[in-house]
């Protein structure tokens, strides 16, 4: 099978392949799911709070958007072993366990991006709310859906990093054929077989993919921005 | 709202992890830590069908090093190991976190070259002395370098032919620390010779630039055993799925899906499990 | 009644500022400021560019605290003057509807979001045509404007405007004007900057005079049109005022 080969596999619904891509939209859907349900609250807290160690919350929060992700992978898989605090979750080697990793990797790239979307809305918005006696709950809201347009720019950066990333789900997911196998791992081991056609055909597919929802996004972007304001 | 939004992202997030999490009740499967080659031969393919259609038993494998499956076992990540580094396995058991070994089936290394073969070695039987031609033409040998099965069978060969390029670091000797696939490819990309083992080169698709150059030597052969974790260890070790796993792997029926697994033709595992548990299984 | 001052008048006295002082770092923004905001009439505030204007009006709203001197707020009948509302010189719209804009004013205010009520104030400043367009592609003087609605939205006791005619054309600086004056019949204390002359003659009230940050004039709009006190006042009056 050739690169086209895996492209024909996919659109005659190979049932393998697509379960593969299936997984691996799966997987990193949740993931950014749950790296904005920490990462968008924290970011827009650390924007518009002063307290002590600030400067350095923010410093580390930019320092770990580059977090290895073998390095996450690594701490995942010490930290669900069986042998370790959260072994009895039973999570090790699941689809459960590459969200968790690939959350924490996209986590602090959601807090940092949305502390600073924010913080320059806020600098912008700041005398109308004092005026208008905005509730601080109330700022925060405003804030997120007027930065609506760049949070999603956020996601889908958040999207790529954890669609193309393989050291981490390999390590907790443990690349198990039909349950944790996704396309980065996949075209890791095509790779490892010395199958690269299919190797390089599935990367294609990947970056058709990532393609695809970042064409959506903007399009969508495109269109609210014309109609919603 | 906005909390009420992030709440249910949360919960919707959570109840997407724990659904992953196999519930230990109703699921039947088990995860055995494997090596790479063992994977990468395919040979999982052709006997997990046979064995799920058999007893309902779902079967992950987690292809590894074997260094690293082996430390998977003990960290009871896995319920079953099933690796080629005899001495390993049988520490393993040793120290307590295995239960029993056992002698599965065991296939061959074969040295590779590149064709135009620098050390002219070519169809020699014996593995040792071409070593030794290699380490005297300085031709490039690639060392997978990860502490896997293969790695340290190979170290053993150098040991046997009385040379030490791991410790001496020669130029042309080039560690790489990845899988056997990769070791391939880096080889045929340098042409360089390398220590593989059979059914990963059979399986190998990018052999153009390499062949074999020695193979046949009894010092090739590679024994594969089996381990169950031992569940006094770990308590959530599933004992009797994992049992029924190397059972089948040990029987008639599964010694002889081993010897029939083939590609292109050729047999890439030989089945030498003990004969008198052969006859328990039956 | 919008003619002539409050000044020694009838009119009670809302807002009083003694000795008040705002520095930034090492200048002096405002300084000795003496002033009485009252009841009544609107209270205009001119000064060429620079003079202060916008930093006084941040001071009465609270958005800035003084650096030195006091602000004093007494209780007024029938004017609630815990609530204000700020026109800003650069009005800055959400990233929303135009009615969206005057709804977010609304609820932030705590009133209920009513349509109607939108749509009242989107007609009482001329937008009502533009409520579903993107706030922030409308013109500058409908933006202007805009912030005008979502000022009145929250039906403050005091509303400070800081020039709302700044980009306005003729029709529709009368039409603001109007809007303007109906509400400060209605008891709503107005504060307001401006350098439009023809315009502190319509609407005034009372007159303070700001030239680098120091109020030279606090008086009836009449009596500092037709006689002013300083030479600096006479100068800008004539449009030769030179800092
Ligand atoms: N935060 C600040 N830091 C330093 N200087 C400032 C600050 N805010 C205002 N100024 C200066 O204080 C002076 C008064 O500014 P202000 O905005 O109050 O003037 P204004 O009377 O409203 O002028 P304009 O008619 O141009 O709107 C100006 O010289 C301005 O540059
Ligand atoms: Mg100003």
Same mark, same amino acid.
């Given at each position: 099978?050739?690169? @086209?080969?895996?492209?024909?596999?996919?659109?005659?619904?190979?049932?393998?392949?697509?379960?593969?891509?299936?997984?691996?939209?799966?997987?990193?859907?949740?993931?950014?799911?749950?790296?904005?349900?920490?990462?968008?609250?924290?970011?827009?807290?650390?924007?518009?709070?002063?307290?002590?160690?600030?400067?350095?919350?923010? @410093?580390?929060?930019?320092?770990?958007?580059?977090?290895?992700?073998?390095?996450?992978?690594?701490?995942?898989?010490?930290?669900?072993?069986?042998?370790?605090?959260?072994?009895?979750?039973?999570?090790?080697?699941?689809?459960?366990?590459?969200?968790?990793?690939?959350?924490?990797?996209?986590?602090?790239?959601?807090?940092?991006?949305?502390?600073?979307?924010?913080?320059?809305?806020?600098?912008?918005?700041? +005398?109308?709310?004092?005026?208008?006696?905005?509730?601080?709950?109330?700022?925060?809201?405003?804030?997120?859906? +007027?930065?609506?347009?760049?949070?999603?720019?956020?996601?889908?950066?958040?999207?790529?990093?954890?669609?193309?990333?393989?050291?981490?789900?390999?390590?907790?997911?443990?690349?198990? +054929?039909?349950?944790?196998?996704?396309?980065?791992?996949?075209?890791?081991?095509?790779?490892?077989?010395?199958?690269?056609?299919?190797?390089?055909?599935?990367?294609?597919?990947?970056?058709?993919?990532?393609?695809?929802?970042?064409?959506?996004?903007?399009?969508?972007?495109?269109?609210?921005?014309?109609?919603?304001? | 709202?906005?909390?009420?939004?992030?709440?249910?992202?949360?919960?919707?997030?959570?109840?997407?992890?724990?659904?992953?999490?196999?519930?230990?009740?109703?699921?039947?499967?088990?995860?055995?830590?494997?090596?790479?080659?063992?994977?990468?031969?395919?040979?999982?393919?052709?006997?997990?069908?046979?064995?799920?259609?058999?007893?309902?038993? %779902?079967?992950?494998?987690?292809?590894?090093?074997?260094?690293?499956?082996?430390?998977?076992?003990?960290?009871?990540?896995?319920?079953?190991?099933?690796?080629?580094?005899?001495?390993?396995?049988?520490?393993?058991?040793?120290?307590?976190?295995?239960?029993?070994?056992?002698?599965?089936?065991?296939?061959?290394?074969?040295?590779i070259g590149p064709?135009?073969?620098p050390a002219?070695?070519?169809?020699?039987? %014996?593995?040792?002395?071409?070593l030794?031609?290699i380490h005297?033409a300085a031709a490039p040998f690639v060392s997978r370098g990860d502490? !896997?099965?293969t790695h !340290?069978?190979e170290l053993?060969?150098w040991?046997?032919?009385?040379?030490d390029p791991a410790g001496a670091k020669p130029a042309w000797y080039r560690e790489i620390g990845q899988g056997m696939?990769a070791a391939l490819n880096t080889s045929s990309a340098m042409g360089a010779y390398v220590l593989s083992?059979?059914?990963?080169?059979?399986?190998?698709?990018?052999?153009?630039?390499l062949?074999?150059?020695?193979?046949?030597?009894?010092?090739?052969?590679?024994?594969?055993?089996?381990?169950?974790?031992?569940? %006094?260890?770990?308590?959530?070790?599933?004992?009797?799925?994992?049992?029924?796993?190397?059972?089948?792997?040990?029987?008639?029926?599964?010694?002889?899906?081993?010897?029939?697994?083939?590609?292109?033709?050729?047999?890439?595992?030989?089945?030498?499990?003990?004969?008198?548990?052969?006859?328990?299984?039956? | 009644?919008?003619?002539?001052?409050?000044?020694?008048?009838?009119?009670? #006295?809302?807002?009083?500022?003694?000795?008040?002082?705002?520095?930034?770092?090492?200048?002096?923004?405002?300084?000795?400021?003496?002033?009485?905001?009252?009841?009544?009439?609107?209270?205009?505030?001119?000064?060429?560019?620079?003079?202060?204007?916008?930093?006084?009006?941040?001071?009465?709203?609270?958005?800035?605290? #003084?650096?030195?001197?006091?602000?004093?707020?007494?209780?007024? /009948?029938?004017?609630?003057?815990?609530?204000?509302?700020?026109?800003?010189?650069? #009005?800055?719209?959400?990233?929303?509807?135009?009615?969206?804009?005057?709804?977010?004013?609304?609820?932030?205010?705590?009133?209920?979001?009513?349509?109607?009520?939108?749509?009242?104030?989107?007609?009482?400043?001329?937008?009502?045509?533009?409520?579903?367009?993107?706030?922030?592609?409308?013109?500058?003087?409908?933006?202007?404007?805009?912030?005008?609605?979502?000022?009145?939205?929250?039906?403050?006791?005091?509303?400070?405007?800081?020039?709302?005619?700044?980009?306005?054309?003729?029709?529709?600086?009368?039409?603001?004007?109007?809007?303007?004056?109906?509400?400060?019949?209605?008891?709503?204390?107005?504060?307001?900057?401006?350098?439009?002359?023809?315009?502190?003659?319509?609407?005034?009230?009372?007159?303070?005079?700001?030239?680098?940050?120091?109020?030279?004039?606090?008086?009836?709009?009449?009596?500092?049109?037709?006689? #002013?006190?300083?030479?600096?006042?006479?100068?800008?009056?004539?449009? /030769?005022?030179?800092?």
């Amino acid at each position: 099978m050739d690169g @086209v080969g895996a492209f024909s596999l996919l659109l005659s619904g190979d049932p393998a392949l697509f379960a593969i891509v299936r997984l691996s939209l799966f997987v990193t859907l949740s993931a950014v799911m749950l790296a904005a349900a920490f990462g968008l609250p924290f970011g827009a807290f650390v924007a518009l709070t002063q307290f002590r160690g600030r400067g350095g919350v923010i @410093v580390a929060l930019n320092a770990l958007m580059g977090l290895p992700p073998v390095v996450v992978g690594l701490l995942v898989f010490l930290a669900l072993s069986r042998s370790g605090p959260l072994g009895f979750l039973g999570l090790l080697f699941t689809p459960g366990a590459m969200i968790i990793a690939q959350a924490i990797l996209i986590a602090p790239i959601i807090a940092a991006l949305t502390r600073q979307v924010i913080e320059d809305l806020w600098v912008e918005y700041c +005398d109308e709310f004092t005026a208008m006696d905005v509730s601080p709950l109330g700022r925060v809201a405003a804030l997120l859906w +007027d930065g609506r347009f760049s949070l999603v720019t956020i996601f889908l950066a958040g999207f790529g990093r954890a669609a193309a990333e393989v050291g981490a789900v390999m390590i907790v997911g443990g690349n198990i +054929d039909g349950f944790t196998r996704v396309m980065t791992t996949t075209i890791a081991l095509e790779t490892s077989k010395g199958n690269l056609p299919l190797a390089i055909g599935l990367g294609l597919v990947l970056i058709a993919i990532v393609v695809a929802v970042n064409t959506l996004a903007w399009s969508v972007r495109q269109w609210s921005e014309r109609h919603a304001g | 709202m906005r909390t009420r939004l992030i709440a249910q992202l949360l919960a919707a997030a959570a109840v997407t992890i724990g659904a992953s999490a196999p519930s230990a009740a109703q699921d039947k499967s088990i995860i055995v830590a494997s090596t790479t080659s063992t994977q990468d031969s395919g040979l999982f393919s052709h006997l997990l069908p046979l064995f799920k259609a058999k007893t309902a038993i %779902d079967v992950k494998v987690v292809a590894q090093g074997t260094g690293q499956a082996l430390d998977t076992g003990r960290r009871g990540d896995a319920d079953v190991v099933f690796v080629h580094a005899k001495a390993q396995e049988e520490k393993l058991v040793a120290d307590g976190f295995g239960v029993k070994r056992f002698d599965v089936m065991y296939n061959d290394f074969v040295l590779i070259g590149p064709k135009p073969d620098p050390a002219r070695i070519k169809g020699s039987k %014996d593995i040792l002395a071409a070593l030794k031609a290699i380490h005297l033409a300085a031709a490039p040998f690639v060392s997978r370098g990860d502490k !896997s099965g293969t790695h !340290s069978a190979e170290l053993a060969l150098w040991k046997a032919a009385m040379l030490d390029p791991a410790g001496a670091k020669p130029a042309w000797y080039r560690e790489i620390g990845q899988g056997m696939g990769a070791a391939l490819n880096t080889s045929s990309a340098m042409g360089a010779y390398v220590l593989s083992d059979r059914g990963t080169w059979i399986s190998f698709k990018n052999k153009d630039a390499l062949e074999i150059v020695v193979e046949g030597d009894a010092k090739l052969f590679n024994q594969y055993g089996i381990v169950l974790v031992n569940p %006094d260890k770990h308590s959530a070790v599933k004992k009797d799925l994992g049992q029924a796993f190397i059972d089948w792997m040990i029987s008639k029926e599964g010694q002889s899906e081993i010897r029939s697994y083939r590609i292109e033709g050729q047999q890439l595992f030989f089945p030498n499990a003990n004969p008198e548990h052969l006859k328990k299984t039956e | 009644m919008l003619d002539g001052g409050a000044i020694g008048r009838t009119a009670q #006295p809302v807002m009083r500022l003694h000795g008040v002082g705002y520095r930034s770092g090492n200048t002096d923004i405002l300084s000795d400021v003496e002033l009485t905001i009252a009841a009544g009439v609107p209270t205009l505030l001119l000064g060429p560019n620079g003079s202060g204007k916008t930093t006084l009006l941040r001071l009465l709203m609270g958005l800035i605290g #003084p650096s030195e001197g006091r602000v004093d707020v007494s209780a007024v /009948d029938g004017v609630n003057t815990a609530r204000r509302a700020f026109v800003f010189q650069k #009005p800055v719209m959400l990233k929303r509807s135009t009615a969206a804009n005057v709804s977010f004013a609304l609820s932030a205010a705590g009133f209920p979001v009513d349509p109607l009520v939108v749509a009242s104030l989107l007609q009482r400043v001329g937008l009502a045509a533009l409520a579903d367009r993107p706030a922030r592609m409308l013109s500058g003087g409908e933006q202007q404007r805009l912030a005008l609605a979502r000022a009145l939205a929250r039906q403050p006791g005091i509303l400070f405007l800081d020039e709302p005619t700044a980009s306005l054309d003729p029709a529709q600086t009368k039409a603001v004007e109007d809007v303007v004056a109906a509400i400060a019949a209605t008891g709503v204390i107005i504060v307001m900057a401006t350098h439009d002359l023809g315009q502190a003659r319509r609407l005034a009230g009372d007159v303070v005079f700001l030239v680098g940050g120091r109020v030279l004039e606090q008086t009836p709009a009449t009596q500092f049109f037709d006689q #002013p006190k300083t030479q600096a006042a006479r100068r800008f009056l004539a449009g /030769d005022l030179v800092i």
